[in-house]
């Protein structure tokens, strides 16, 4: 995981457009972004969301990665889409994890070489929208970072 902080002057000092498109590229395994991965928070929203209990919620649309040692949405071996992508829309998406609304500053893309081959590249949604500043776009990847310590929770 790359550091939230750095001495040097970010790539996006000046900010960076993004809207989502809802285009659904980013719900479907790409590249090393294969896993929806979830933590006890997003598992108890997503609970909440569907009115079962968290157990339930878990047996239900949730495998377990012994790798990574975290929960993360169950996915179909022939179909690389995220379960509730439907009609290229997030069917969940006031419920949608951590994870998802962080997205696309992610720590690990926050730099200018893996921006532009990993998210400029594909995702329509960058260029566009409005003008997130230095700030608001530190205060969502220190958000990511501190989610990624919890998966596994
Ligand atoms: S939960 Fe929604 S936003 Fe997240 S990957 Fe699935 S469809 Fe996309």
Known sequence: MS?????KTPFYENGLRFECQGSGKCCTSHGEFGFVFLTIDDRRRFAKHFEISTAEFTK???A???????????EDAKNTDCMFLKNKKC?????????CR????????????????????FCPGVGKGPLWSKTEIEKIMAEDFENSKKIGS
């Open 102 to 121: 962080t997205w696309p500053f992610w720590p690990e893309v926050m730099n200018a070489k893996s921006w532009k081959s990993e998210v400029e590249s």
């Open 60 to 62: 239900k649309y949730c």
């Open 91 to 99: 069917s969940v998406y006031e419920a949608r994890p951590t994870q």
């Open 64 to 74: 377990y990665n012994l790798e990574q040692e975290a929960w993360h949405l169950t």
């Open 3 to 7: 550091k939230v902080m750095s001495n």
